[in-house]
């Protein structure tokens, strides 16, 4: 099965506003409640603090993150 797998990818940027209206009114009544339950969750690579901003960038130009990299403040 994992022969046949696909990740598939958009920008909404180039989409007409009611596409975008349309697309973040889907993820507010289908993903939402999801992610507030605990049912699923983002991946988090790293965590910087937010005085190591040109850090964390450098970090994801390098294309070293495998998930979303976080500036805590």
């Known amino acids: 099965m994992t022969k046949r797998l696909q990740v598939f990818g958009?920008?909404?940027r180039s989409r007409p506003l009611a596409d975008?209206?349309?697309?973040t009114q889907r993820f507010l009544t289908k993903w939402l409640p999801l992610l507030v339950a605990g049912r699923i969750k983002p991946i988090i690579d790293r965590i910087f603090p937010f005085a190591?901003?040109?850090?964390?960038h450098r970090y994801m130009e390098e294309n070293r993150n495998f998930g979303k990299i976080i500036l805590e403040v």
């Open 10 to 12: 958009s920008v909404l």
């Open 20 to 23: 975008k209206i349309a697309i």
């Open 52 to 56: 190591q901003v040109a850090n964390a």
